[in-house]
């Protein structure tokens, strides 16, 4: 059976796209979409992605949201600090032995995001 190989991309609706490109680039170094062949995308580091569907009343994220970014973060306390001094709020979810460390916040037009810190193999 041919299987994917991870996500190519994630595509969503917003009310100012080039804003929210930015704050994603400026805040947690997202590069932006290329507009020219001399450009690259954000190139991912290789490591666990997880694809969990919720359940519908799940109270993990926002009701009002269909989905939840996680992004996968070498050193969680240096991103939260970073974002911290950047002026975005953010809440330490706590920890998951096995798993890792986990913390929320939300961009500017209110996607819940999930940084997770995974357990060193």
């Keep these: 059976m041919e299987r994917v190989q991870g996500f190519g991309g994630f595509f969503f609706r917003s009310k100012d796209p080039a804003a929210l490109s930015a704050w994603y680039r400026d805040r947690?170094?997202?590069?932006?979409?290329?507009?020219?062949?001399?450009?690259?995308?954000?190139?991912?580091?290789?490591?666990?992605?997880?694809?969990?569907?919720?359940?519908a009343d799940t109270?993990?994220?926002?009701?009002?949201?269909?989905?939840?970014?996680?992004?996968?973060?070498?050193?969680?306390d240096a991103m939260?600090?970073?974002?911290?001094d950047a002026g975005v709020s953010v809440k330490m979810?706590?920890?998951?032995?096995?798993?890792?460390?986990?913390?929320?916040?939300?961009?500017?037009e209110g996607t819940p995001i999930e940084l997770w810190e995974p357990e060193p193999v």
């Design 28 to 55: 947690l170094g997202i590069d932006l979409v290329p507009t020219a062949a001399d450009q690259t995308p954000w190139m991912a580091e290789g490591g666990a992605t997880v694809f969990a569907p919720f359940a």
């Design 59 to 76: 109270d993990y994220f926002a009701a009002d949201k269909s989905f939840m970014l996680n992004f996968r973060v070498s050193n969680l």
């Design 80 to 84: 939260v600090a970073q974002l911290e």
């Design 93 to 108: 979810v706590g920890d998951m032995p096995g798993i890792g460390r986990f913390a929320h916040l939300s961009d500017p």
